[in-house]
């Protein structure tokens, strides 16, 4: 029968791209197609394999005998197909053979389809069984999807067998046929007499519960319990009364119990149970006819009550056991007491031993509490402690940092889980980027151990795994490895023979690698080894290895995440940022930016130039972290900066800007999630003139600036603080102050005073301290605050912005009244003229008269008195007129007709910079040239 489902062309044309190293995007399963990475990455060849024999096979194991009626079943259920049905062992190697047809038994041994001959993946290929084993489940396997060409002809159907009890894999059941005769259902039959061999072992276990229930209640009749009184009693007399423990009494014991019957000796402990009342556990070897079948747990329970051994009584017993037991606790050879030559001296009860426990053996003395073999116990014990491990993980996650998160695995794997846990991580992922690929470079990031590390590599080393090591095949394939015995390891030894070899002679024997797998990405890869100090890895192990891992690749996924959007935050706000103050003489300033710990804020600074040689001085604070506090910051930085260009007073820029904050809300109400909005604004804007050292400033609910007087004093001006910027309805108040000149004022955002004291009435005397300590240049004093008052990680971001002043005096700037006669320009030309002179300007002189002459034209003709002219000297020279109107010109360009028209358009021309300003009394026309030795080659007029 053809199987549908199998695109013969468009599996060989898949098959072909991988061989040649191209992506495979369709025409085969995921599953088969991580199974050829496997085979790739371990050096499999698909035009040559070798099947190798095992002379050493035990074809008659405990799973082989168990196996033979199923297997017989089998064969009568194909009778008459052209398929055989293979049994093998966890290493995949054949232990048994049924055949539909008994002609099938010639051809399977001519292709080495018989026992004794091994088909684990790493050597053959993909394949039924050994690609089942690989990856823990059922799999069928049809035609081209074997890798190896020679196994291209078959259809292969195969389930693991696990162990009833520890889920461990002890082998698999294959059936394979000729690829046109492939069915689907063949998987359904495979399952189903995989899951009868389960059956069969699952009998035995309880065969052997049974058997050894049966052997104690033996041994309580060699004990003193006559044959008449044990018949006349139930089994359920001799077990741990629930009518006499409370539900909690009753867990402590048992698991007390379990961890006794897994050490696998007599011993004696005491409980301690509620209300200080303490239990005494015997653990003792019951034997059967054929010798020691197990351990019982006893709990002594006096009349019903419970009581605690004093000291004496506890070495009293201690002695009595150890004398009466030897190491093994094997049969008793001697001739005894009657009692039969395999009668077990850890559970004949001494007068001695009856003594010390308090009371004389009776059916109503101990009563049992547990009974079992070591292993079963141990897996028990197992079991809680794996639960126990994944409660401990669930403090993974509590760091949004992705080196802490990783740190917070390897402690909680050991030591319950291994003796040395390792994760590596791409530097990419440790930037919080996506992965480059398959074949990078890991960096160590994490490194926990029950010792010192025996020759691992260590924290910070970068990392290039072979292609044939269990970490670079788990990447490629997305899937865990499991090496219960790296001394047989090949690919893990390649990676460095010489280091391989210490690293085992330290004692490390096992691993398993589980790929860091979240949201579809792989993000690294982590190793788990152990040492001689615990068992090798088993099939459970590796499972919960990977629930382990899992919880803590979404953990990291998150810290990635986190720390992307951390970075994207902070590189927007330092793009914002200015990076250079620009260039003006009213102040000396210096700046300092300090990101929180949790992430950028929306704290920012500036300096802005104004006409007349002023400076406007700028700190804010938008609420909340990440991209979106940034963004905000950067449209309210580019409003301040568009607004102060307006010449507008400061508290009209503040209440702009609170209109701004307030459509900036409302739009993000119709449009964003809440989490998204913006939360709030605070800015503290100050304009400062050099000509009459006057500061006039508005703050909209922001921390008060600091003064430092040029004799050291520090003051707090009261700046009027209105409320926060989104909020509106109320006007913004001004605080003017002359300062002297060396005055310095410094700036801050709330970050400052929340790093400096919890204590808000300690905030202000502490940055007085740090500012009085902080004598020097406004770059020191930056330092110095920031030095003083942040701690090594923030808590909340910190803009700060110094500015000492500067004056420009009377040699420097130059002022005249102009009555409002068109006359008096002529004379006005003149002193402009000298003054010009006087300063060293005379290549600006025909420039600055046409200028000052087209301005005061105006004023006298359309504005109205009283009319002043000033010049000033700064960082270029500045010609203001002022007029008492507060109408503002407008520049156009005349027609060739038109008779007038073209004063501003001149000053346009020959000005770098012009404008108006409205003050008090009218207006301020202003316009700024460049000293001629910035100025270039002179001015072109372009009329």
């Given amino acids: 029968m053809t199987v549908a489902w199998d695109d013969i062309r468009a599996l060989n044309a898949a098959h072909d791209r991988f061989l040649g190293g191209l992506p495979v995007a369709s025409g085969c399963r995921g599953s088969v197609l991580r199974s050829w990475r496997r085979c790739h990455s371990q050096g499999v060849r698909a035009d040559h394999v070798q099947v190798l024999y095992h002379q050493d096979l035990d074809f008659r194991g405990v799973l082989g005998e168990l196996a033979d009626p199923v297997l017989d079943d089998l064969e009568a259920k194909v009778s008459g197909m052209k398929v055989s049905a293979l049994l093998c062992d966890e290493q995949v190697r054949v232990l048994a053979r049924r055949v539909g047809e008994p002609s099938l038994n010639a051809y399977c041994d001519s292709i080495q389809l018989a026992p004794g001959f091994g088909f684990p993946e790493p050597i053959v290929g993909t394949n039924g069984m050994g690609t089942a084993l690989a990856n823990r489940r059922r799999e069928f396997i049809c035609g081209r999807e074997h890798f190896a060409d020679i196994m291209r002809s078959f259809a292969c159907a195969a389930a693991p067998i696990r162990d009833p009890l520890s889920g461990r894999i002890l082998g698999a059941l294959d059936l394979t046929c000729e690829h046109d005769d492939a069915d689907i259902n063949m998987l359904n039959l495979v399952d189903e007499t995989a899951r009868a061999i389960e059956g069969r072992l699952l009998d035995q276990v309880r065969r052997r519960d049974r058997a050894l229930l049966h052997a104690f209640h033996q041994a309580r009749q060699r004990s003193g319990v006559s044959a008449e009184s044990w018949s006349k009693r139930p089994v359920s007399a001799w077990l741990l009364p629930e009518d006499r423990l409370e539900p909690s009494d009753r867990i402590v014991l048992l698991e007390a119990a379990a961890e006794m019957i897994s050490a696998g000796r007599t011993c004696l402990t005491a409980v301690r149970l509620r209300h200080d009342r303490i239990a005494t556990l015997l653990c003792r070897p019951v034997d059967g006819d054929a010798g020691p079948v197990g351990f019982a747990v006893e709990a002594a329970l006096p009349e019903g009550a419970l009581r605690c051994l004093d000291s004496t009584e506890m070495r009293a017993t201690e002695t009595v056991i150890g004398a009466s037991t030897g190491p093994d606790t094997g049969p008793d050879t001697g001739s005894g007491n009657g009692s039969g030559p395999h009668q077990a001296p850890a559970v004949r009860l001494s007068t001695s031993s009856a003594d010390a426990l308090g009371e004389a053996p009776s059916p109503s003395a101990p009563w049992l509490v547990a009974i079992g073999e070591p292993g079963v116990g141990r897996l028990a014990l197992l079991s809680r402690q794996r639960l126990s491990l994944l409660s401990d993980a669930g403090r993974l996650g509590s760091s949004l940092d992705v080196t802490r998160t990783a740190e917070q695995l390897t402690e909680v794997a050991v030591p319950k889980l291994a003796d040395f846990v390792a994760v590596d991580i791409p530097d990419a992922v440790l930037q919080g980027e996506e992965p480059p690929g398959l074949d990078m470079p890991l960096r160590r990031v994490a490194l926990s151990g029950v010792r010192t590390s025996p020759h691992l590599y260590g924290v910070g080393e970068l990392i290039r795994y072979a292609r044939s090591t269990p970490q670079a095949i788990s990447l490629a394939t997305e899937e865990s490895i499991l090496e219960p015995d790296l001394t047989t390891a090949a690919g893990w030894i390649a990676q460095d023979p010489d280091r391989t070899e210490r690293i085992r002679e330290a004692g490390i024997h096992s691993l398993i690698t589980v790929p860091l797998r979240a949201r579809g990405v792989v993000l690294g890869v982590v190793g788990l080894y152990r040492s001689e100090e615990s068992g090798p890895f088993e099939e459970d192990d590796l499972l919960l290895a990977e629930e382990l891992v899992s919880r803590a690749a979404v953990s990291i996924d998150n810290a990635r995440r986190y720390t992307r959007e951390h970075a994207t935050a902070l590189a927007l706000q330092t793009s914002l940022l200015p990076h250079e103050l620009p260039d003006q003489n009213a102040v000396e300033a210096a700046h300092g930016y300090v990101p929180a710990q949790g992430g950028a804020g929306g704290d920012w600074f500036d300096v802005i130039p104004l006409s007349g040689a002023r400076v406007a001085l700028v700190v804010g604070d938008v609420v909340g972290r990440g991209v979106q506090a940034s963004a905000t910051m950067g449209r309210l930085c580019t409003a301040v900066r568009n607004f102060s260009d307006l010449d507008l007073p400061v508290e009209e820029v503040l209440?702009?800007?609170?209109?701004?904050?307030?459509?900036?809300?409302?739009?993000?109400?119709?449009?964003?999630?809440?989490?998204?909005?913006?939360?709030?604004?605070?800015?503290?804007?100050?304009?400062?003139?050099?000509?009459?050292?006057?500061?006039?400033?508005?703050?909209?609910?922001?921390?008060?600036?600091?003064?430092?007087?040029?004799?050291?004093?520090?003051?707090?001006?009261?700046?009027?603080?209105?409320?926060?910027?989104?909020?509106?309805?109320?006007?913004?108040?001004?605080?003017?102050?002359?300062?002297?000149?060396?005055?310095?004022?410094?700036?801050?955002?709330?970050?400052?005073?929340?790093?400096?004291?919890?204590?808000?009435?300690?905030?202000?005397?502490?940055?007085?301290?740090?500012?009085?300590?902080?004598?020097?240049?406004?770059?020191?004093?930056?330092?110095?605050?920031?030095?003083?008052?942040?701690?090594?990680?923030?808590?909340?971001?910190?803009?700060?912005?110094?500015?000492?002043?500067?004056?420009?005096?009377?040699?420097?700037?130059?002022?005249?009244?102009?009555?409002?006669?068109?006359?008096?320009?002529?004379?006005?030309?003149?002193?402009?003229?000298?003054?010009?002179?006087?300063?060293?300007?005379?290549?600006?002189?025909?420039?600055?008269?046409?200028?000052?002459?087209?301005?005061?034209?105006?004023?006298?003709?359309?504005?109205?008195?009283?009319?002043?002219?000033?010049?000033?000297?700064?960082?270029?020279?500045?010609?203001?007129?002022?007029?008492?109107?507060?109408?503002?010109?407008?520049?156009?360009?005349?027609?060739?007709?038109?008779?007038?028209?073209?004063?501003?358009?001149?000053?346009?021309?020959?000005?770098?910079?012009?404008?108006?300003?409205?003050?008090?009394?009218?207006?301020?026309?202003?316009?700024?040239?460049?000293?001629?030795?910035?100025?270039?080659?002179?001015?072109?007029?372009?009329?």
């Fill in 655 to 943: 209440a702009h800007l609170d209109d701004l904050v307030e459509r900036l809300e409302d739009d993000q109400q119709t449009r964003a999630p809440a989490g998204n909005m913006i939360a709030g604004a605070t800015c503290l804007y100050a304009v400062y003139d050099p000509v009459s050292r006057c500061l006039t400033a508005a703050s909209a609910g922001h921390p008060l600036p600091a003064l430092i007087r040029p004799d050291g004093r520090v003051d707090f001006p009261d700046v009027p603080t209105g409320p926060p910027l989104g909020l509106g309805g109320q006007p913004f108040e001004t605080l003017e102050v002359e300062l002297d000149e060396g005055s310095e004022l410094v700036l801050f955002t709330n970050g400052l005073l929340r790093a400096a004291s919890q204590d808000p009435d300690d905030v202000l005397a502490a940055v007085r301290d740090a500012l009085t300590r902080g004598a020097g240049a406004p770059e020191e004093m930056c330092r110095t605050l920031l030095e003083a008052l942040i701690p090594a990680k923030p808590q909340d971001d910190v803009a700060l912005l110094v500015a000492r002043t500067r004056s420009l005096g009377a040699g420097r700037a130059a002022q005249w009244d102009l009555p409002a006669d068109p006359a008096a320009v002529s004379g006005l030309r003149s002193v402009v003229s000298r003054q010009l002179a006087d300063w060293g300007l005379d290549e600006l002189t025909f420039a600055t008269e046409l200028i000052i002459s087209e301005l005061a034209t105006n004023a006298i003709r359309y504005g109205g008195p009283p009319i002043q002219v000033r010049l000033l000297r700064s960082g270029s020279l500045i010609c203001e007129v002022t007029d008492g109107s507060s109408t503002s010109p407008r520049l156009r360009r005349a027609a060739t007709t038109d008779e007038g028209g073209r004063g501003l358009f001149l000053v346009a021309q020959l000005a770098h910079r012009w404008g108006t300003r409205y003050v008090r009394e009218g207006k301020v026309i202003w316009a700024e040239q460049p000293f001629p030795d910035t100025a270039g080659a002179g001015h072109s007029l372009q009329l």
